[in-house]
């Protein structure tokens, strides 16, 4: 098998794991992760930004509940799908934060 082969085979995983988190995100939560992949003013650098829409009912439209912003690549990994996989988890995180904040009662 050639080397790009190889090196293909981690960021497949990362992907597919990213992805299964994310279905897990927006069925436990009520929410949809839009994800948008935007080149920055440095060369070969992206800036992956993933927004969690809430899905509550009685609202008229998706409401922004959670965002989460990271530059690929980074200082931590060469794979994107590394990078994917890490925003979910991290969104994840935000939205069961606000969550949290919205269950408890007020004073």
């Known amino acids: 098998m050639s080397k790009r082969g190889d090196r293909g085979k981690p960021d497949e ?6 992805w299964d988190n994310a279905k897990e995100l927006e069925t436990l939560h009520r929410v949809i992760v839009e994800y948008t992949l935007i080149p920055t003013n440095r060369e070969g650098v992206w800036e992956l930004m993933l927004l969690a829409n809430s899905l509550d009912p009685g609202a008229e439209f998706m409401k ?5 912003r990271v530059q690929f690549p980074g200082p931590t990994s060469t794979y994107l799908g590394a990078v994917l996989l890490q925003a979910v988890l991290r969104l994840d995180a935000l939205v069961a934060e606000y969550r949290a904040a919205q269950a408890r009662p007020r004073a």
């Open 64 to 68: 922004p509940i959670a965002r989460y």
């Open 13 to 18: 995983e990362y992907v597919k794991a990213a």
